[in-house]
């Protein structure tokens, strides 16, 4: 099974940045998809990007703050945030699965522990 290990959560100031890490087991021609869920919030939909194409996808929420890449040398695929807001504030998770398009969490087979992202104003 593949295993996906989130990195690089923290508590920071509204307008900081910060960049999280998901380092990824094994096949690495899947999407891999960020996603995150606030206290008492469903877990939405962040960016996800196609390992092989590396073409991505974004919420509308967070698009031109944040931004997805992949390093093929080190299986990780990392999301920079900028610009932080503290409605950014929740449990970051990254997920993989075969499907592209993947915008939905049920298009995800395997998840991350996750990793806990503060924005303090």
């Known amino acids: 099974q593949v295993q996906l290990v989130e990195s690089g959560g923290g508590l920071v100031l509204a307008g900081d940045s910060l960049r999280l890490s998901c380092v990824v087991s094994?096949?690495?021609?899947?999407?891999v998809g960020w996603f995150r869920q606030a206290p008492g919030k469903e877990r939405e939909f962040v960016s996800s990007?196609?390992?092989?194409?590396?073409?991505?996808q974004y919420a509308d929420s967070v698009k031109g703050r944040f931004t997805v890449s992949r390093d093929n040398a080190r299986n990780t695929v990392y999301l920079e945030m900028n610009s932080l807001k503290p409605e950014d504030t929740a449990v970051y998770y990254c997920?993989?699965?075969?499907?592209?398009?993947?915008?939905?969490?049920?298009?995800?087979?395997?998840w991350g522990q996750g990793t806990l992202v503060t924005v303090s104003s």
């Open positions: 990007i196609r390992w092989t194409t590396g073409l991505t």
């Open positions: 997920a993989n699965g075969p499907l592209w398009p993947a915008t939905e969490k049920d298009r995800y087979e395997n």
């Open positions: 094994a096949f690495r021609g899947y999407t």
